[in-house]
C-alpha cells in the first residue's frame, strides 16, 4: 500500500487490484462506515477531493472512511484513456467491496454517472455482499436495445475496440448550470473528455442487459438523485430502476432542471446535505 507526503487528501494510501486498477482509501480515526465510491467515465477519484462539494473531505469530517477506485483507463490506473471494459469494471468493484467490509465496519457504495451503471451491476449480482445501502447519483442506466442492434455494437468491440463511436456528444457546458465548475472540467488534464468507445458501449449494454431482470432480487437501501435536465443520462431511466427494485427502503430524488454532475450544479448544497442526511438514517 503506496502513500507518502503530509497532505491527508493529496497524499493517501493506495493499492493496486490484480487487474491493475488503482484504488485510493481517504482514513479516517474511528470511522463509523467505508464508502465505495465510483466516478463517471471521463473523470478520476481524486477529482472528489477538490471538486463535487468537495465530497472525500466532507464525507471524512463526517466520520466516512472512503475508498475509490480509478477505473482503467483513467485517473492513475494504466490503459488507454476513456478505454474501460465495464464488465471487467464490476468485478474490479466487487473486490473493493469485499476487500473494504473486512475492516468490520458497514459499507455503503456510491456511484455516479457510469460508475452509477457500475455500482447498480455490482449489487444486482452479488447482493448479499459488502453493501449495507446504495447511492446513485446521475446514473447511466441503459434501456434494453433490440438485440440486433446490440450485437452490432458488440461485433465492431470486438474487431476495432478502440474506434471511437461517431454521436454528438453533450458539451461540458451541460455538466453544471456552475460556468466555474465547467471551467475546471474543462483545463482538467486528468480528464478525458472524448467520445466513448464501441469497448465501452457494448460492454455497458451487456451489462444493463443483465441486470434489469434481476433487479426483483434487489433489497437494499438506495438513494436515487438524478437532475431532470441531465443531457447525460436520462432519468426517467432512474424512475424505472426505482419502479424495478424490490428494496422497501429507496428513495429516489429528481432535482428540477439539475444538470447532471448534481454536486457541481447549483443546488449542489442541497444535494449534498441530501447524501449526508441519507447516511446518517441509514446509520441510526
Avoid at 485510493?24 to 463509523?32: A, E, I, N, V
Avoid at 442506466?141 to 468491440?157: C, R
Amino acid at each position: 500500500m503506496a502513500t507518502n507526503g503530509s497532505d491527508p487528501f493529496r497524499y493517501h494510501p493506495t493499492f493496486t487490484l490484480p487487474s491493475g486498477s488503482i484504488v485510493h482509501t481517504w482514513l479516517c480515526d474511528s470511522p463509523r462506515a467505508i464508502i465505495v465510491l465510483q466516478h463517471g467515465f471521463g473523470e478520476y477519484a481524486e477529482r472528489y477531493v477538490k471538486s463535487h462539494a468537495e465530497l472525500i473531505p466532507t464525507l471524512n469530517i463526517n466520520g466516512f472512511e472512503v475508498w475509490a477506485m480509478d477505473l482503467w483507463g483513467h485517473g492513475r490506473s494504466p490503459g488507454t484513456r476513456g478505454m474501460v471494459n465495464v464488465r471487467l469494471a464490476v468485478k474490479d468493484h466487487l473486490q473493493v467491496r469485499l476487500r473494504a467490509a473486512e475492516k468490520g465496519f458497514r459499507v455503503f457504495l456510491m456511484g455516479h454517472s457510469l460508475g452509477g451503471l457500475i455500482t447498480a451491476v455490482s449489487v444486482a449480482k452479488n447482493s448479499s455482499s459488502a453493501s449495507d445501502g446504495v447511492i446513485l447519483c446521475s446514473p447511466a442506466l441503459p434501456a434494453t436495445m433490440m438485440a440486433l442492434g446490440e450485437h452490432a455494437i458488440s461485433l465492431v468491440a470486438r474487431l476495432a475496440p478502440t474506434i471511437r463511436i461517431p454521436i454528438p456528444k453533450s458539451p461540458l457546458e451541460e455538466l453544471s448550470h456552475d460556468t466555474h465548475c465547467v471551467r475546471q472540467a474543462s483545463q482538467d488534464s486528468s480528464m478525458y473528455k472524448g467520445q466513448i468507445s464501441f469497448l465501452v458501449a457494448a460492454t455497458a449494454l451487456h451489462e444493463a442487459r443483465q441486470m434489469w431482470p434481476i433487479l426483483r432480487h434487489w433489497t437494499k437501501p438506495t438513494l436515487i438523485m438524478h437532475g431532470t435536465s441531465d443531457s447525460y443520462t436520462k432519468h426517467e431511466q432512474s424512475e424505472h430502476f426505482v419502479r424495478e427494485i424490490a428494496s422497501e427502503d429507496k428513495t429516489l430524488h429528481l432535482i428540477k432542471e439539475g444538470y447532471h454532475e448534481l454536486l457541481n450544479d447549483a443546488d449542489y448544497e442541497s444535494t449534498l446535505q441530501t447524501v449526508l442526511g441519507w447516511l446518517e438514517s441509514q446509520l441510526c
